[in-house]
């Protein structure tokens, strides 16, 4: 008989400043075990990133106030500045292009995920990227090592 691993507890930030996206986010994650706080720019975003501690962001890259990219970044720094250990972030666009994703990944996101996002994509990218940090990525990831040195 196998048994099934039920994923574990996380804390979600979703910046993403259209309604029906963070609607669908929520209707996506409404079964599992997760804590999900939503900020509608990415000025919010930073401020509820650095206040609260989350494991995982979903960044929506283009919003008001500060989009996604300034945000990450921003965080990014804030994470060195404080010696914390890096959350993860995943940038969410509506663009799928190969230079949207370095883009995102350059300014410091841990993975890109193209909108509109499956809900098993979603799920998949949670548990992959749930248990990562910094120190434990492969040379081969998506995640700009460079950025971390301090």
């Keep these: ?36 706080d939503f900020a509608t720019d990415g000025r919010l975003a930073l401020d509820m990133a650095t206040k609260g501690h989350y494991e995982v962001i979903l960044m929506d890259m283009n919003m008001p106030v500060m989009d996604g990219y300034a945000a990450t970044q921003a965080i990014r720094q804030w994470e060195t500045d404080h010696g914390v250990p890096p959350m993860t972030i995943l940038a969410l666009t509506a663009s799928a292009t190969k230079q949207d994703a370095q883009r995102a990944v350059s300014a410091g996101c841990t993975a890109h995920l193209a909108k509109p996002i499956r809900k098993g994509t979603l799920l998949q990218a949670l548990a992959d990227y749930s248990d990562r940090r910094a120190e434990s990525f492969p040379e081969d990831s998506n995640r700009p090592l460079e950025k971390r040195a301090a």
């Design 1 to 36: 008989m196998m048994t099934k691993v039920l994923p574990k507890p996380l804390r979600i930030l979703v910046a993403d400043d259209s309604e029906d996206n963070r609607f669908l986010m929520q209707a996506y994650l409404k079964s599992m075990p997760y804590h999900i």
